[in-house]
């Protein structure tokens, strides 16, 4: 019976203590109010609403501008992706003003293209501001093709084969679906190289954008050779990191 008593006693002493005002917590409190005060009066100055609503649709047009290449479900056509830098949501915006936002989206496929739209019109404005912006001018994409080859872990061929993936993904037949893939996916690399030049034409410099996947051989509409681009960096035989 004595423990019981013992034990009420303790926890009667540390809820006193809880809630007793700790005077250095209160002190500490205190100051980081200040700080943000005096940061937010120098903030002013810069009217970062306006600049924040200007780079938003800035990045909006260019968004939009590469979104319209891909092939979107017809719910999402014409596309009219919005962008927020105040709290980072990604939305398409219907006729009738609603807002399906990016995880509400349906397919995989909507969300690689909101994606990489996204990226690369971020990636367009930074470039856009020059020596003022210090964020690199490279991207790195992994694997955006498991979108369409989502058995990619299968695939251990010595070199990347239209009828090896079609058995892999689809079983026997289906050589039309496969066809869609693979048209789909020189699509989206066609639009990453296209977007190089725009951006070298725009800015001066081309940006690097650096692209792991095992699709391979591709056709590109922009009529650039795909093996310039891949420039030998294969690893399907010798792996990420090179011994020799």
């Given at each position: 019976?004595?423990?019981?008593?013992?034990?009420?006693?303790?926890?009667?002493?540390?809820?006193?203590?809880?809630?007793?005002?700790?005077?250095?917590?209160?002190?500490?409190?205190?100051?980081?109010?200040?700080?943000?005060?005096?940061?937010?009066?120098?903030?002013?100055?810069?009217?970062?609403?306006?600049?924040?609503?200007?780079?938003?649709?800035?990045?909006?047009?260019?968004m939009n501008d590469v979104?319209?290449?891909?092939?979107?479900?017809?719910?999402?056509?014409?596309?009219?992706?919005?962008?927020?830098?105040?709290?980072?949501?990604?939305?398409?915006?219907?006729?009738?003003?609603?807002?399906?936002?990016?995880?509400?989206?349906?397919?995989?496929?909507?969300?690689?293209?909101?994606?990489?739209?996204?990226?690369?019109?971020?990636?367009?404005?930074?470039?856009?501001?020059?020596?003022?912006?210090?964020?690199?001018?490279?991207?790195?994409?992994?694997?955006?093709?498991?979108?369409?080859?989502?058995?990619?872990?299968?695939?251990?061929?010595p070199e990347f084969n239209?009828?090896?993936?079609?058995?892999?993904?689809?079983?026997?037949?289906?050589?039309?679906?496969?066809?869609?893939?693979?048209?789909?996916?020189?699509?989206?690399?066609?639009?990453?190289?296209?977007?190089?030049?725009?951006?070298?034409?725009?800015?001066?410099?081309?940006?690097?954008?650096?692209?792991?996947?095992?699709?391979?051989?591709?056709?590109?509409?922009?009529?650039?050779?795909?093996?310039?681009?891949?420039?030998?960096?294969?690893?399907?035989?010798?792996?990420?990191?090179?011994?020799?």
């Amino acid at each position: 019976m004595n423990g019981i008593y013992e034990t009420k006693a303790r926890l009667n002493l540390l809820i006193d203590n809880l809630t007793e005002p700790d005077e250095g917590v209160e002190e500490e409190l205190s100051a980081i109010r200040k700080s943000l005060s005096e940061v937010k009066r120098k903030l002013t100055k810069y009217d970062v609403p306006s600049g924040l609503a200007r780079a938003s649709q800035i990045v909006n047009d260019y968004m939009n501008d590469v979104a319209k290449h891909f092939p979107f479900e017809k719910g999402y056509k014409p596309t009219n992706l919005h962008f927020s830098f105040e709290d980072f949501t990604l939305y398409h915006e219907t006729p009738g003003d609603k807002k399906i936002y990016l995880r509400s989206m349906g397919s995989g496929a909507n969300w690689l293209y909101s994606h990489v739209s996204l990226f690369l019109a971020l990636h367009r404005y930074f470039a856009s501001l020059g020596d003022s912006c210090a964020i690199p001018s490279v991207l790195f994409f992994d694997q955006p093709t498991q979108v369409y080859f989502p058995n990619f872990r299968r695939d251990d061929a010595p070199e990347f084969n239209k009828g090896k993936i079609q058995e892999i993904e689809y079983g026997e037949g289906k050589s039309e679906k496969i066809d869609e893939d693979i048209e789909a996916v020189e699509g989206l690399f066609s639009q990453l190289s296209i977007y190089c030049k725009t951006v070298r034409q725009e800015s001066g410099f081309s940006p690097q954008i650096i692209v792991t996947d095992h699709a391979d051989h591709l056709n590109l509409s922009d009529g650039i050779d795909f093996e310039t681009l891949v420039n030998g960096n294969r690893w399907r035989r010798r792996g990420l990191i090179d011994p020799v």
